[in-house]
């Protein structure tokens, strides 16, 4: 009777601790632009207007030349540069959150139940699940800090390297800008 009573007291804890269970996590999704985590980066592209009655093809050539004046000034080229769109990082923790709890649970219970010994394999069970729960727990606590320290460093890495292409691009912006107002030019 004592073993019957065990496999129904440990089928229940298992059943219990699985509703812990998270499953597997949804897939990472760009946040859109001008969320506010991250500064949206200038346009580079200038609409110039002829001032002077220019020809197509010397406003093409002027582009050109003032296009290449800014690269050399700036150090910057927007043709080239991988501009990334805004994208969040999320680091999820392996396996999913509740999985040690749940596993951690089922373990204690188990040894619990051998060390209880057949008179006591229920209350040695029972003790088991929950210290294995409280360790599990712990683990998941864990494992969920580090992934959330590991995400901020990411995203704090992307705010640097949107606020470097942010300046590189704002300075590619106004050389452009003066070269072509320089050449008869109305800079938008």
């Known amino acids: ?55 197509v093809e010397k406003q093409s050539r002027d582009h050109y030349e003032c296009y290449n004046w800014a690269v050399k000034m700036t150090g910057f080229d927007p043709g080239k540069s991988a501009i990334p769109r805004n994208q969040r990082v999320s680091v999820v923790p392996m396996p999913t959150p509740g999985w040690d709890t749940v596993t951690m649970s089922i373990a204690g219970a188990v040894l619990g139940a051998l060390i209880g010994g057949p008179y006591h394999a229920g209350e040695g069970a029972l003790i088991g699940a929950a210290g294995g729960a409280v360790v599990g727990a712990a683990s998941d606590v ?7 320290r590991i995400e901020e460093s990411y995203n704090a890495q992307t705010r640097t390297r949107d606020a470097q292409l942010a300046g590189q691009a704002g300075r590619f912006r106004r050389a452009m800008s003066a070269c072509m107002e320089g050449r008869g030019y109305t800079v938008r």
């Open 1 to 55: 009777m004592s073993w019957f009573c065990f496999g129904i007291l440990l089928f229940l804890t298992a059943a219990g601790l699985t509703s812990c269970y998270c499953g597997p996590s949804a897939a990472v999704v760009p946040s859109p632009a001008g969320d506010g985590d991250h500064a949206s980066l200038p346009l580079n592209q200038l609409y110039f207007y002829p001032n002077k009655g220019q020809t």
């Open 142 to 148: 864990a494992r969920q800090e580090s992934a959330r």
